[in-house]
């Protein structure tokens, strides 16, 4: 069956600090891959996404994901991070069909 | 274009009652999911609607139904009510079954 983990449950950060979120996914075939962010009191937003072609692709607000098949991870990353950066993270896979498979999520707390 | 709607947003309901939710998804968009939110589970797959069919489910309860209309509007439909069905539900919304999903607010219900 396919799965997402997602590292770290809660992470604290200073601005400025650098971020990285690991996600690892179990799937045999061909899947997609995303990152949604849900800022608090809002409703859940792409961050980014990879279908195909480049492994690192870039999306909003500085934001970028790494894919590496061999380790069936697609980490998140961001070189300094804001204090408007506090949300809660979500990397998610889907393979032929329409059904998102979600990790649990990381808590990202940035300290002003 | 308008993003995905989803009426009403918040529900209040004693055990045993019945409801129904509703979504409307971006202008376009055939395809509609819809997935449950809790604290302790996270972001759950509920089913996928394409095409007025029933493509995908999840593993929740018969009490869990929906339904998609020749328009793509979609509902969802939860009878007798229990308490940990309490959640907060997503619609989200694609061109294509294996496309990017983009998300409607949620309706949270809340069951007394």
């Known amino acids: 069956a396919q799965s997402v983990s997602q590292h770290n449950h809660h992470v604290i950060l200073s601005e400025a600090a650098s971020l990285e979120l690991g996600c690892n996914y179990s799937?045999?075939?061909?899947?997609?891959l995303f990152w949604y962010v849900q800022y608090p009191g809002q409703h859940l937003q792409l961050l980014l996404k990879?279908?195909?072609?480049?492994?690192l692709v870039k999306g909003i607000k500085g934001f970028e994901a790494e894919f590496i098949k061999s380790k069936f991870s697609f980490n998140l990353r961001k070189p300094s991070v804001q204090w408007s950066d506090t949300a809660e993270y979500f990397c998610?896979?889907?393979?032929?069909?329409?059904?998102?498979?979600f990790g649990q999520g990381t808590e990202l707390s940035v300290k002003p | 274009k308008a993003g995905v709607t989803q009426t009403p947003r918040y529900l209040i309901k004693t055990r045993g009652q019945q409801v129904t939710l509703s979504c409307s998804p971006i202008?376009?968009?055939?395809?509609v999911s819809w997935y449950q939110q809790t604290p302790g589970q996270g972001l759950q797959f509920l089913f996928e609607y394409f095409s007025e069919t029933q493509r995908n489910k999840g593993n929740f309860p018969g009490r869990f139904s929906g339904r998609q209309f020749s328009n793509s509007r979609s509902e969802m439909n939860v009878s007798t009510l229990e308490l940990g069905d309490s959640a907060l539900y997503l619609c989200a919304s694609s061109f294509a079954r294996a496309d990017t999903q983009y998300f409607g607010p949620g309706t949270r219900l809340t069951v007394l």
């Open positions: 202008s376009g968009h055939r395809s």
């Open positions: 998610a896979v889907n393979g032929l069909r329409g059904k998102l498979i």
């Open positions: 799937y045999g075939g061909t899947v997609n």
């Open positions: 990879y279908f195909s072609g480049d492994p």
